[in-house]
């Protein structure tokens, strides 16, 4: 199951940077994550300053 980023995003990019296949790019106002890209690695959950990525 891909990974998702909740309303707590505050847009810094750092999961953007993180991401092995290319699977996040910037929203509405937040990043959101391609479910068909996504290989559930968590890279970007490790480092996401507000805890807003998990399993969706």
Same mark, same amino acid.
């Given at each position: 199951?891909?990974?998702?980023?909740? &309303? #707590?995003?505050?847009?810094?990019?750092?999961?953007?940077?993180?991401?092995?296949?290319?699977?996040? $790019?910037?929203?509405? !106002?937040?990043?959101?994550? &391609? #479910?068909?890209?996504?290989?559930?690695?968590?890279?970007?959950?490790?480092?996401?300053?507000?805890? $807003?990525?998990?399993? !969706?």
């Amino acid at each position: 199951m891909a990974y998702v980023i909740s &309303d #707590a995003c505050v847009a810094c990019g750092a999961c953007e940077a993180q991401c092995p296949v290319g699977a996040i $790019s910037m929203g509405d !106002g937040k990043f959101d994550i &391609d #479910a068909t890209k996504c290989i559930d690695c968590g890279s970007c959950a490790g480092v996401c300053p507000t805890g $807003s990525i998990s399993q !969706g």
